[in-house]
């Protein structure tokens, strides 16, 4: 059973922001929101998490909804190098596994 | 740093032979995980060690596979005799705690074709 829905694609032109929806309706109080991503032929790499706050880092910006229904994480400016499948995964503090779904193919354009 | 290693990086078997599949997690990584993605279909969680113990091997699909990882270092995955369907792409990761804001390091992945 799903827990997150993502588009299944999306482009965006290079240098420009690139914003990835995640809806997770059914997320609870203790559910981390993670991001990671698999560039082809390399292995998911972790870009961020975050519980309610909205958080950065040096890849990306993670915006989380006041309700924590959605989010949103934000490439400021993408580059061809970040063309790649991005997984939103919704996972609690006790739970180790990663359950990837389908992601949402990136493809970033010139 | 090291990261992840793994070790072939490409494998091309016969059906019902046997392959080895070798993970090297990040040095004082004590949880190690097995990953794989089959043909069209989702990445999927085999099984999960801390140190030397399997803590869960509930996503391993059949007792044609076997995981090790003697001393609580690398790992091995075994796979025998190998079907065609076991074709896929085979992930390791390591994390160094186990709770979820632990975020888990991904090797490049080991593809299996089973001919």
């Known amino acids: 059973d799903a827990k997150t829905t993502q588009p299944t694609s999306m482009d965006c032109a290079e240098g420009r922001a690139a914003n990835l929806p995640c809806n997770h309706s059914t997320i609870s109080g203790n559910e981390y929101v993670y991001w990671y991503r698999q560039i082809h032929s390399q292995g998911p790499q972790y870009i961020i998490h975050g519980l309610k706050n909205n958080e950065t880092n040096e890849m990306a910006s993670l915006i989380i909804t006041e309700d924590r229904k959605s989010s949103t994480l934000i490439l400021p400016h993408a580059t061809l190098r970040d063309t790649a499948v991005y997984y939103c995964?919704?996972?609690?503090?006790?739970?180790?596994?990663?359950?990837f779904g389908a992601g949402t193919t990136v493809t970033v354009r010139a | 740093e090291a990261g992840v290693t793994q070790f072939p990086s490409h494998s091309v078997i016969e059906k019902g032979q046997t392959v080895t599949l070798r993970c090297d997690p990040i040095?004082?990584?004590?949880?190690l995980y097995w990953y794989r993605r089959v043909m069209g279909k989702e990445i999927k969680f085999l099984l999960h060690?801390?140190?030397?113990?399997?803590?869960?091997e509930s996503g391993m699909p059949n007792n044609r596979f076997l995981a090790e990882r003697t001393g609580g270092t690398y790992s091995t995955l075994k796979v025998q005799p190998a079907e065609l369907e076991d074709s896929g792409v085979y992930f390791c990761?390591?994390?160094?705690?186990?709770?979820?804001?632990?975020?888990?390091?991904f090797g490049p992945g080991t593809r299996l074709t089973v001919l």
């Open positions: 995964i919704v996972r609690s503090s006790n739970d180790y596994k990663l359950s």
């Open positions: 060690f801390v140190k030397e113990s399997k803590q869960d």
């Open positions: 040095s004082g990584h004590d949880n």
């Open positions: 990761a390591s994390s160094l705690g186990l709770a979820g804001f632990y975020e888990q390091f």
